[in-house]
C-alpha cells in the first residue's frame, strides 16, 4: 500500500497510520466521531475497578480515557504502531499518565510490547480493518489476555453492514487497504484464535 509523507494529503494511509498535521486533524476527529459506538460497545463488556486492561490502536487516546476513568484501582495501556497516535493519545491522557494510571507504548498488534497472560481486557476500536494481517493480530491479542479475560472488537463497518458508508466500503475496500469482515467471519476467526464464548452485538439500524 502506498504511504504519503508527513503533512501530505489524507490519503488511506492516514487512517491507517496517522502522520504529521493531517494525522493529528484525524485523530482528533476520531476521538469525537468514535465516542458514541465506543460507548455502545464497551457497554456489552464486563469492567471491573481493578482490571489491566490494553486499547490496541490507541488513536487519539479518548477510548484509553474512557477506560482509565473506568478502573479507579486498574491501569490501562495503550499501544499504537504510529508515533503520531501514541503523541496524541499521551497528549489526551496526560493527567492519567501523571498518576501511573494510563501507559503508552509504541508498537504493532503483530508484535505487541508486552507480557503473557497480563489483561483482563483488551479493547480494539475501530482499528483491527486496518491491521495487515487480523488472524495474526488476534492470536497476539490471545497471548496476552488473562485466562478468563476479554477481547472487545468494536467497529461501525464491517461486512454486510446495512449503511451508506459500509456499502460504498465494502465496494471500494481491496483498493484502500481495507479488510472488511462480515459477523460470522469475524467470530470464526476470534474462535481459531482460542477465545471462547464468542459473542457478536449489532444495531441493524445504525450499522
Not at 496526560?94 to 508486552?114: D, K, T
Request: aromatic residues 8%; glycine residues 10%.
Amino acid at each position: 500500500m502506498a504511504t504519503s509523507k508527513t503533512g501530505g494529503d489524507a490519503t488511506p494511509s492516514q487512517y491507517q497510520k496517522p502522520q504529521g498535521w493531517i494525522g493529528r486533524l484525524l485523530l482528533w476527529n476520531m476521538n469525537s466521531r468514535h465516542s458514541g459506538v465506543t460507548d455502545w460497545g464497551l457497554s456489552h463488556v464486563r469492567i471491573e475497578p481493578h482490571f489491566t486492561i490494553l486499547d490496541v490502536g490507541c488513536g487519539g487516546g479518548r477510548t484509553v480515557s474512557k477506560l482509565a476513568n473506568a478502573v479507579p484501582q486498574g491501569k490501562v495501556y495503550g499501544v499504537d504502531y504510529s508515533e503520531t497516535s501514541v503523541a496524541a493519545t499521551t497528549k489526551t491522557n496526560a493527567r492519567w499518565i501523571g498518576m501511573r494510571r494510563v501507559e503508552v507504548r509504541h508498537g504493532s498488534v503483530s508484535e505487541l510490547p508486552f507480557e503473557n497472560a497480563m489483561f483482563d481486557l483488551v479493547t480494539a476500536v475501530e482499528t483491527h480493518f486496518w491491521w495487515p494481517d487480523i488472524p495474526s493480530g488476534i492470536r497476539e491479542i490471545y497471548r496476552v489476555v488473562k485466562p478468563g479475560g476479554t477481547l472487545a472488537v468494536i467497529a461501525e463497518v464491517y461486512k454486510g453492514a446495512n449503511t451508506r458508508m459500509a456499502k460504498v466500503l465494502e465496494k471500494n475496500f481491496e483498493r484502500i487497504g481495507l479488510k472488511l469482515l462480515n459477523p460470522d467471519e469475524h467470530r470464526a476467526m476470534l474462535a481459531d484464535a482460542g477465545f471462547s464464548d464468542v459473542q457478536s452485538f449489532e444495531e441493524h439500524e445504525k450499522g
